[in-house]
């Protein structure tokens, strides 16, 4: 076991998170306990007080000589909660570019590797606004703010289904996102492939998020079993 930058040994914890080091073929989470293969992985720290960080196995898996080599990945450590969640064979970053994931932690680019595309697009053309985060959802306030303005333009550019499913006593539905552990009570628009919406976001293991803005609301990107996320 190697860890790379700011110490070396085997690293006790991360954050919230207790690491133990055992004779298993996978990482796993139990609780608080995240269980690591002794041998043949290593860990690169991903923040400054190591609360989160990437574990690569140490050699790349068998592959075709013509494409990245790619390596069993995870990441992990604490939230708001202790998680672990595998990630995909290689990094697929914007514009189609695959990049194998050592590449990117020594690039300094983990975390705009997993930031949903649309998000980023968002970020650089309306910059103003801040970015909320409720564990793998990343959600950005809309440029329109008025929802009939709001759906005669997604309509323009994609399919659009709009649910707003008002209950007899008059609080809105709770939508599922992407088919994961997070709800939405609120209005949301299916916007193609993305989910815009405007209310309360709920995952186990997570404070509730408010959002008072209609925002895009996107799943972390190279997640491995995103509907299974941690």
Same mark, same amino acid.
């Not at 609780?31 to 720290?45: A, R, V």
């Not at 007080?49 to 068998?62: A, G, I, M, V």
């Not at 075709?64 to 969640?85: C, I, M, N």
């Given at each position: 076991?190697?860890?790379?930058?700011?110490?070396?040994?085997?690293?006790?914890?991360?954050?919230?998170?207790?690491?133990?080091?055992?004779?298993?073929?996978?990482?796993?989470?139990?609780?608080?306990? !995240?269980?690591?293969?002794? /041998?043949?992985?290593? !860990?690169? *720290?991903?923040?400054?007080?190591?609360?989160?960080? %990437? %574990?690569?196995?140490?050699?790349?898996?068998?592959?075709?000589?013509?494409?990245?080599?790619?390596?069993?990945?995870?990441?992990?450590?604490?939230?708001?909660?202790?998680?672990?969640?595998? %990630?995909?064979?290689?990094?697929?970053?914007?514009?189609?570019?695959?990049?194998?994931?050592?590449?990117?932690?020594?690039?300094?680019?983990?975390?705009?590797?997993?930031?949903?595309?649309?998000?980023?697009?968002?970020?650089?053309?309306?910059?103003?606004?801040?970015? @909320?985060? *409720?564990?793998?959802?990343?959600?950005?306030?809309?440029?329109?703010?008025?929802?009939?303005? %709001?759906?005669?333009? @997604?309509?323009?550019?994609?399919?659009?289904?709009?649910?707003?499913?008002?209950?007899?006593?008059?609080?809105?539905?709770?939508?599922?996102?992407?088919?994961?552990?997070?709800? !939405?009570?609120?209005?949301?628009?299916?916007?193609?492939?993305?989910?815009?919406?405007?209310?309360?976001?709920?995952?186990?293991?997570?404070?509730?998020?408010?959002?008072?803005?209609?925002?895009? !609301?996107? *799943?972390?990107? /190279?997640? /491995? /079993?995103?509907?299974?996320?941690?």
């Amino acid at each position: 076991m190697k860890l790379h930058y700011q110490q070396d040994g085997e690293l006790k914890k991360a954050g919230l998170a207790t690491l133990k080091y055992d004779k298993v073929k996978s990482p796993s989470r139990k609780g608080n306990i !995240i269980t690591i293969p002794d /041998n043949g992985w290593d !860990i690169f *720290q991903l923040l400054p007080d190591f609360s989160e960080f %990437l %574990l690569l196995k140490s050699e790349p898996e068998e592959s075709d000589s013509r494409y990245t080599e790619h390596r069993k990945a995870w990441f992990g450590g604490t939230d708001e909660q202790p998680f672990l969640v595998e %990630l995909t064979e290689n990094a697929n970053m914007s514009e189609g570019e695959c990049k194998d994931w050592l590449e990117v932690w020594k690039c300094g680019e983990f975390f705009d590797s997993i930031k949903p595309e649309i998000i980023g697009r968002f970020e650089k053309h309306y910059g103003k606004e801040k970015t @909320l985060r *409720q564990g793998d959802m990343f959600c950005y306030p809309m440029p329109i703010q008025d929802w009939d303005k %709001l759906l005669c333009v @997604l309509e323009s550019v994609a399919t659009l289904h709009f649910m707003k499913a008002c209950k007899p006593n008059g609080f809105y539905g709770s939508s599922q996102l992407y088919k994961t552990r997070h709800y !939405i009570d609120g209005d949301v628009a299916i916007w193609g492939d993305n989910v815009v919406g405007k209310g309360t976001i709920k995952a186990p293991d997570h404070s509730p998020l408010v959002l008072n803005k209609i925002c895009v !609301i996107a *799943q972390t990107r /190279n997640l /491995n /079993n995103p509907e299974k996320a941690d």
